[in-house]
């Protein structure tokens, strides 16, 4: 059974930092992609970063050049790089992990980024 388990959240003050951990237990038969979303209060899930197999990455607009995502597959862990952090930026974060097979999400890990 495939498990994600997200850490690393926290409160922070606006200018921080945070570096978030998704370490992903079990088999895939083929990933393609795992993804960090959050979603702050009343608004929909959105995508924050992602990287491919191949090591391609995206980010959202809101977040480039601020936010980095990278993994480390020996430990099967994604990570998200959270540095000049904003108010906007609060929300929990989940991460997601993309197969041939089905999507797989965590539970998330909660954000607050105070002014």
């Known amino acids: 059974q495939v498990q994600l388990v997200e850490s690393g959240g926290g409160v922070v003050q606006a200018g921080g930092s945070l570096r978030l951990s998704c370490v992903v237990s079990?088999?895939?038969?083929?990933?393609?992609?795992m993804g960090w979303y959050r979603q702050a209060p009343g608004k929909q899930r959105e995508l924050v970063a992602a990287?491919?197999?191949?090591?391609?990455?995206n980010y959202a607009d809101s977040v480039k050049g601020r936010f980095t995502i990278s993994r480390d597959n020996a430990k099967n862990t994604v990570y998200l790089q959270m540095n000049s952090l904003k108010p906007d930026d609060t929300g929990v974060y989940y991460c997601r992990l993309s197969s041939t097979v089905r999507d797989y999400w965590g539970r998330g890990t909660q954000v607050t980024v105070s002014s």
């Open positions: 990287i491919t197999s191949g090591g391609s990455t």
């Open positions: 079990g088999s895939i038969f083929k990933f393609l992609s």
